[in-house]
């Protein structure tokens, strides 16, 4: 294996949108979990499905436990790979991710995964659904369910891509692609490389002022994405 760079995706609004969708499998997995109709959920923006989960519940003002949190996740998951055909109608494929995952697989240089608050079956039937899974190999991923802080995330990929891989990755050869200053504040803090995309509800700004020195518009321009990452370990 040639790769020297481990590229760890952020998932929604990075790569896909559920249109909505997203929510509505939220709601009735929390609702039939719980027992308890849905008042007020908490904010999800680059959050952990865990801490969310953990949230939304004190909001209803529902003890909370780990059975009640495996019911919920189990009933999501089941959740979303009977909405699937739901979120292929009503969400997408951003522009150019696609293209972008298999521009920069064809260079031989990277290895590929997500960083993600996703659950991990959530994130496989969302990557799935828009034939975005090919290129990555979602067995070294970090998930939802490794840690409620998103900077905890980048180790536990890292490792996973170096046991599988046989090779080190270090924190400046790893480069996190997200849309949110979570993201940022998660390649900050753990000593990764940052590419934000202005392609969710923050704007290059907002990206800029969370620390991100390469902030792109999108995925679009694909030489771009790949010139990025194949640069990344230049970047101060």
Request: negative net charge; proline residues 4%.
């Amino acid at each position: 294996m040639g790769a020297q760079t481990l590229v760890l995706w952020d998932v929604d609004h990075t790569l896909m949108e559920t249109g909505g969708v997203g929510f509505e499998l939220f709601r009735a997995a929390f609702e039939q979990a719980s027992g308890q109709q849905l008042m007020q959920a908490a904010d999800v923006t680059g959050r952990t499905e865990p801490a969310i989960f953990r949230e939304t519940v004190e909001l209803q003002g529902i003890p909370y436990s780990s059975a009640l949190f495996d019911r919920y996740v189990a009933l999501l998951a089941a959740g979303y790979v009977a909405g699937a055909d739901k979120i292929a109608r009503r969400g997408r494929a951003l522009p150019g991710a696609a293209e972008a995952i298999a521009a920069l697989a064809r260079t031989g240089q990277v290895v590929q995964s997500v960083l993600t608050g996703n659950l991990r079956p959530v994130a496989e039937t969302k990557l799935r659904t828009f034939g975005l899974d090919g290129g990555l190999d979602l067995d070294v991923g970090a998930y939802g369910t490794d840690d409620d802080v998103r900077a905890h995330l980048v180790p536990v990929a890292r490792r996973r891509a170096a046991e599988k891989y046989q090779t080190d990755f270090p924190a400046r050869a790893t480069v996190l692609i997200g849309d949110t200053p979570s993201d940022v504040q998660a390649a900050l803090d753990s000593g990764a490389q940052i590419i934000a995309v202005a392609s969710g509800k923050s704007t290059p700004d907002e990206l800029h002022r969370a620390g991100a020195t390469v902030v792109l518009p999108g995925l679009h321009d694909i030489q771009g994405v790949i010139r990025a990452v194949l640069n990344s370990d230049h970047q101060v």
